[in-house]
């Protein structure tokens, strides 16, 4: 599929979504104990201060099995109180009913990307899934980077990026 084609069916489940009762988020990155509880945290705090919880459901899962039923990274949740946040999603795996159950499927990278799109039951549900560097604006960023193997400075650049692209996806569909 052609980037236009791709650009024109993300717009088009963008203003579905922007008309809709309900918004169903799932974040998804390779752990899910980093990127994707940090981000669904995150937009768990942008929808409560909009006061929109009723009408957004969000959770977050793993493409890797690892880590299924852990809290996040302590890195993660250090770094996320210094900015209030408490992240304690428990880990958990992307499951094929996910796709059923939700209207957007957000990658943190590209692998995650091509792993759920690979996932994806239906060329429906592929349309579903999204890179998160959709609501970037950053021109230097294609991909919220795995912080796994980095020091601190890789931990504040994903909370950075993610306050960024959750405040743009909120807005969109607002
Ligand atoms: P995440 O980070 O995908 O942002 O949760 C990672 C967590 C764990 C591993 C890799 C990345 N791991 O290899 O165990």
Same mark, same amino acid.
């Given at each position: 599929?052609?980037?236009?084609?791709?650009?024109?069916?993300?717009?088009?489940?963008?203003?579905?979504?922007?008309?809709?009762?309900?918004? !169903?988020?799932?974040?998804?990155?390779?752990?899910?104990?980093?990127?994707?509880?940090?981000?669904?945290?995150?937009?768990?705090?942008?929808?409560?201060?909009?006061?929109?919880?009723?009408?957004?459901?969000?959770?977050?899962?793993?493409?890797?099995?690892?880590?299924?039923?852990?809290?996040?990274?302590? !890195?993660?949740?250090?770094?996320?109180?210094?900015?209030?946040?408490?992240?304690?999603?428990?880990?958990?795996?992307? !499951?094929?009913?996910?796709?059923?159950?939700?209207?957007? /499927? /957000?990658?943190?990278?590209?692998?995650?990307?091509?792993?759920?799109?690979?996932?994806?039951?239906?060329?429906?549900?592929?349309?579903?899934?999204?890179?998160?560097?959709?609501?970037?604006?950053?021109?230097?960023?294609?991909?919220?980077?795995?912080?796994?193997?980095?020091?601190?400075?890789?931990?504040?650049?994903? %909370?950075?990026?993610?306050?960024?692209?959750?405040?743009?996806?909120?807005?969109? %569909?607002?």
């Amino acid at each position: 599929m052609t980037t236009t084609s791709n650009n024109k069916k993300l717009g088009e489940l963008l203003d579905s979504l922007r008309n809709s009762d309900k918004i !169903r988020v799932l974040f998804v990155c390779l752990g899910n104990i980093c990127r994707s509880p940090a981000a669904d945290g995150i937009m768990h705090a942008v929808v409560e201060r909009h006061g929109a919880e009723t009408r957004w459901e969000i959770d977050s899962a793993a493409t890797g099995g690892w880590h299924v039923g852990d809290l996040p990274d302590e !890195r993660m949740r250090a770094h996320g109180r210094r900015r209030g946040y408490d992240f304690r999603h428990v880990c958990r795996q992307v !499951r094929t009913s996910d796709f059923d159950n939700y209207d957007l /499927i /957000i990658g943190m990278d590209d692998n995650n990307v091509s792993n759920l799109r690979r996932m994806a039951p239906t060329l429906e549900d592929t349309a579903k899934v999204v890179p998160m560097a959709t609501f970037l604006d950053s021109r230097h960023y294609y991909a919220v980077p795995d912080p796994y193997y980095e020091g601190a400075e890789g931990f504040e650049l994903v %909370l950075d990026l993610l306050e960024q692209g959750c405040e743009t996806l909120y807005n969109r %569909l607002s």
